[in-house]
């Protein structure tokens, strides 16, 4: 069964400073993984999704890199603004050849002004 | 990316009624929908898969005489929660897996909480 950990569960820096959040995954016969951010009582927002060919993907000042044989993705995020403080969620499919998506218990970003 | 729609976003009912939330596409026709639950300050557990046409699929654990869904058509799928008790309040969120990479795209959620 896929078990997705993410580190650390809380991060708070100040406005500016570059972090990196992470993700582990038990199985790496994924296909693609996905990293969403989640406001406070809200849904989530697709952010990227990495498929398994690839390395990296960027949107912005978002970077995400996956490395399949060893079971990691970073998300790297530049230049941070207060308006990035929010809950970051990693997610791979559930199970080989299901579309579901299992998640990690997230990292609580809080960005200081 | 699918364009993800729910109703309502919240709901409070009294212990053993009924509460029907959907799930709409905007502008992909899903033939799968996914809907989660996410208990406060936890991380989203999938409960169940929609299928437009056919049975929905239950993950281990989950009642599918409690919780009800149906797919009627390519972009509607409704979830009820049947006699509902004070352990359902949760946050209810489903879905849409985009082709042709599988990427998901999620409604706002609905949170429900039953006196």
């Known amino acids: 069964k896929q078990e997705v950990t993410q580190i650390p569960a809380a991060l708070s820096v100040p406005e500016g400073e570059n972090l990196v959040l992470n993700c582990s995954f038990t199985?790496?016969?994924?296909?693609?993984l996905q990293w969403f951010r989640q406001d406070p009582g809200k849904g989530l927002t697709s952010l990227l999704l990495?498929?398994?060919?690839?390395r990296e993907q960027t949107s912005g000042r978002l970077n995400a890199s996956l490395d399949k044989s060893s079971g990691r993705s970073t998300l790297y995020i530049a230049a941070s603004q207060p308006g990035d403080s929010a809950t970051y969620l990693c997610?791979?499919?559930?199970?080989?050849?299901?579309?579901?998506?299992?998640f990690g218990s997230g990292t609580r970003l809080q960005v200081q002004p | 990316g699918a364009v993800v729609s729910q109703h309502p976003s919240w709901v409070i009912c009294k212990s053993g009624t009924s509460v029907k939330i959907e799930c709409r596409s905007l502008?992909?026709?899903?033939?799968?929908m996914f809907w989660y639950r996410q208990f406060p300050k936890q991380s989203l557990m999938l409960m169940a898969t929609s299928n437009e046409g056919s049975k929905a699929t239950y993950e281990q654990g989950v009642e599918k005489d409690k919780f009800l869904i149906n797919h009627a058509s390519l972009t509607l799928s409704t979830l009820t929660v049947t006699s509902a008790h004070p352990e359902d309040s949760s946050f209810y969120i489903c879905?849409?897996?985009?082709?042709?990479?599988?990427?998901?795209?999620f409604g706002p959620g609905t949170r429900l909480t039953v006196l």
């Open positions: 879905s849409v897996p985009d082709r042709p990479y599988n990427e998901q795209f």
């Open positions: 199985d790496s016969a994924i296909y693609n």
């Open positions: 502008d992909f026709q899903a033939t799968t």
């Open positions: 997610a791979v499919p559930l199970d080989t050849g299901r579309r579901a998506l299992t």
């Open positions: 990495i498929q398994s060919s690839q």
